[in-house]
């Protein structure tokens, strides 16, 4: 699979949205973004949890603070889902 590059300035007027925000979650460490020459940008990879930033700030109006404690629970929730299903799948071995 190929990674690509989305560069941060065209991301932000796409969605029209302030690059202050985008500061804003670097320096947080939400989504850690590179720089080059004077240019953000971020693996596409990262592009679902950038969406998921912007639409919990501009459409739900979650303060940086709360995206980040967000993430972290969602996180964590994705983690403990995986390890049930390790558990089940341990436990159909000793059926």
Known sequence: MKIERIIIA?????????????DILDEMGIIPFESKNNEKFMDSEKLEDLDRC?????ELHINPEGIDAIL????KQKKLQQEI????????LHE
Not at 54 to 58: G, T
Not at 72 to 75: G, I, R, S, V
Not at 85 to 92: E, V
């Open 10 to 22: 065209d991301y932000c007027s796409h969605y029209k949205i302030e690059s202050t925000f985008i």
């Open 72 to 75: 972290n629970l969602l996180q």
């Open 85 to 92: 299903q390790d558990l089940k799948n341990r436990l159909r």
């Open 54 to 58: 912007r639409q919990l700030y501009y």
